[in-house]
């Protein structure tokens, strides 16, 4: 499996662009309920329920065999024409209480890497999206959602647009 690899086999730089499109299309193939939406440089895995768009975005930095694997939350109707926003942005590694699992390489064991990935999304993205998989679970746990900092955050954005679905107004004032 690719957790237990010591060594990993770079890509030729040619080989990058159409690895990371096979990785996507493979990605997207071994998990079940998810559509992929792809560019050069981004791969959106996202399903929708109760209205509410549960995405895994992998970003590949330019010219670079990084990928950074992150989670959001939106509201479906809020955000349709921006397919590509990401709202209650959580990256990987903080799901998995591993901070240093939020970065991996696209490497020649690229397929180890989508099993691999599949497998944390079937698990530990899961449980996460369940958490909050209405507005009213949203609001329940507002105060894991809400920015440790005061901060500009988008994570208001979904706060506040949760307390407008669950009709909590008040909420908006404390």
Do not use: C
């Not at 237990?4 to 030729?12: A, F, P, R, S």
Request: glycine fraction near 2%.
């Amino acid at each position: 499996m690719w957790e237990e690899l010591k060594v990993y086999k770079q890509l030729d730089k040619a080989d990058i662009n159409p690895t990371f499109k096979k990785f996507g299309s493979n990605l997207v193939s071994l998990i079940d309920g998810y559509s992929i939406d792809q560019t050069t440089s981004l791969i959106k895995l996202s399903r929708q329920v109760n209205q509410l768009e549960q995405a895994v975005f992998i970003e590949k930095d330019k010219g670079s065999y990084n990928l950074k694997v992150r989670t959001s939350i939106k509201p479906v109707d809020f955000y349709r024409r921006h397919k590509f926003t990401m709202l209650n942005i959580v990256p990987l590694g903080d799901i998995m209480n591993n901070h240093r699992r939020t970065s991996y390489p696209l490497t020649q064991e690229w397929n180890n890497l989508a099993i691999y990935l599949a497998t944390r999304i079937k698990t530990e993205v899961e449980h996460y999206f369940q958490k909050y998989n209405s507005y009213e679970k949203i609001i329940d746990r507002r105060k894991e959602i809400e920015p440790k900092d005061f901060g500009l955050d988008n994570k208001y954005e979904l706060l506040i647009y949760a307390a407008i679905k669950t009709k909590k107004k008040e909420l908006l004032n404390q």
